[in-house]
């Protein structure tokens, strides 16, 4: 292990302790600012965690956190950006979601709704949070994925500067001849999203509302990883 490594242990470690203690306040401030200041959480969220997924994935392949032009602060903009994203997206699906079921007629509308609020776990839950996941994986994370994949791109081709990120993107020439479509297709998106995505955010689904959206940027973290290693 690196000097960097320990760093992050005690990092992460310190982050915990703060949760862990009920006397710092950090968990009901966490919750409160979750509720009220959502997609402001949603940002900070995946800015800090999806991107601490793609330095692993980093440190795995290439033994560092950070290198000239991966661009940390760029990454952290765009995950940012793509977390509001991800917010909104849960809203429109867990909303949707229930509609759409109930229009093929398994079951009336105010059941669904119920059964998908209730605290406690039931097979109806889970069954519902399965078909939000499909839905929301099957539709949404394609497009968010290959967009993602063309902005990592766009920030490596100049410099890993946020400058260089706010320049307009070359995407005819980015999809044309540099995204890696046997990777994109062949693993990102066929394999991860019905092996790895509709699992974990049916589990995601489940969890309370305060913790849905933290769990899917710490989910970032374990992709980030996946990635890694498939290289």
């Known amino acids: 292990m690196k000097k960097g490594d320990y760093i992050l242990i005690a990092c992460v470690a310190a982050v915990a302790a703060l949760f ?7 968990a009901e401030g966490f919750n409160w600012a979750t509720v009220n200041h959502p997609y402001i959480m949603a940002f900070f969220k995946f800015a800090i965690l999806a991107t601490l997924g793609e330095m692993l994935a980093l ?5 560092v956190y950070n290198e000239p032009g991966f661009g940390v602060l760029p990454r952290m903009m765009v995950w940012g950006f793509l977390g509001m994203c991800i917010a909104m997206a849960m809203v429109v699906f867990k909303t949707g979601t229930p509609y759409f079921l109930a229009s093929t007629g398994i079951a009336d509308l105010a059941t ?19 078909a939000v996941s499909v839905l929301m994986n099957s539709i949404f994370a394609p497009v968010m994925m290959t ?13 890993g500067t946020v400058r260089g990120l706010l320049r307009p ?16 297709w062949n693993f990102v998106i066929k394999r991860t999203i019905p092996l790895f995505w509709f699992p974990a955010h049916t589990i995601t ?11 899917a940027a710490l989910l970032g973290v374990a992709l980030g990883l996946i990635l890694a290693l498939k290289k």
Do not use: Y
Request: with cysteine.
């Open 20 to 26: 862990a203690i009920p006397q710092t306040g950090c």
């Open 59 to 63: 440190r795995i392949r290439k033994g």
């Open 112 to 130: 669904l709704q119920a059964t998908f609020a209730a605290p406690a776990f039931s097979w109806g839950k889970l069954g519902i949070a399965f």
């Open 147 to 159: 967009f993602h994949k063309c902005t990592d791109i766009h920030i490596l081709d100049n410099g």
């Open 169 to 184: 993107m070359k995407m005819r020439e980015i999809f044309a001849t540099k995204v890696n479509w046997d990777m994109q």
């Open 205 to 215: 689904f489940i969890l309370p509302p305060t913790l849905q959206v933290l769990f």
